[in-house]
């Protein structure tokens, strides 16, 4: 079983929908949770952490469940800037040290 | 925010050959950095850690003599690929940690290296 599992998609979604992501990790002493973006051929970038409380930034929300061990993005009013893919991200340390990303999810925003 | 550059951005070289790849944290220090590859529609794989003033640690899989890491300052750490081969051909990508004010901690990402190896 892999450590941080998503669905590889790809989403395919009309601009202005709503769509979900979700990630499943294994390690259950996991103490960070982040989800990153990355554009083709570029580095990934920070989209947001994830608290246990779960947490909101604009269009974005994320959601973690430890019981579960599940985390989850949505995004909100998809924009086409939106088209990327969003790598799950775990850390089984308190800091954002080695972590593990998960195969990433393709989302296609079209117009 | 903090910057993480690399260098080179890209590069092709003759199977055979041994190529550097720089990684450098502009605007703080690094006592750790990361390196790691992704192939074309697969995710990061983590190679190996960086640690500066001591040897790397290298995850299972990832030969240590192949890929040589050396982590020389607390803003530098190089990767040479030696005598690299074809299936060596990926995209090489640093990270460095940094812990920000409320001990936030995030890792920071370099461009990345296209590695094409003919």
């Known amino acids: 079983r892999k450590e941080v599992e998503q669905d590889p998609g790809p989403f395919n979604v009309p601009e202005g929908a709503t769509v979900a992501f979700n990630c499943t990790y294994s390690?259950?002493?996991?103490?960070?949770f982040f989800w990153y973006r990355q554009d083709c051929r570029k580095e990934p970038k920070l989209l947001m952490s994830v608290y246990s409380s779960g947490n909101e930034d604009g269009r974005f929300t994320a959601q973690l469940n430890r019981a579960s061990q599940y985390i989850s993005l949505l995004i909100r009013d998809s924009k086409l800037s939106d088209s990327a893919t969003y790598l799950c991200v775990v850390s089984p340390y308190s800091s954002a040290s080695k972590i593990i990303f998960g195969s990433g999810t393709r989302l296609s925003i079209r117009p | 925010g903090a910057v993480v550059s690399q260098h080179p951005s890209w590069v092709i070289c003759k199977s055979g050959t041994s190529v550097k790849i720089e990684c450098r944290s502009l605007?703080?220090?690094?006592?750790?950095m990361f390196w790691y590859r992704q192939f074309p529609k697969q995710s990061l794989m983590l190679m190996a850690t960086?640690?500066?003033?001591?040897?790397?640690?290298?995850e299972q899989g990832v030969e240590k003599d192949k890929f040589l890491i050396n982590h020389a300052s607390l803003t530098l750490s190089t990767l040479t690929v030696t005598s690299a081969h074809p299936e060596d051909s990926s995209f090489y990508i640093c990270s460095a940690p940094l812990t920000l004010a409320g001990d936030r901690n995030e890792q920071f990402f370099g461009p990345g290296t296209r590695l094409t190896v003919l």
């Open positions: 960086s640690n500066e003033g001591s040897k790397a640690t290298y």
């Open positions: 390690n259950s002493a996991s103490q960070s």
């Open positions: 605007d703080f220090q690094a006592t750790t």
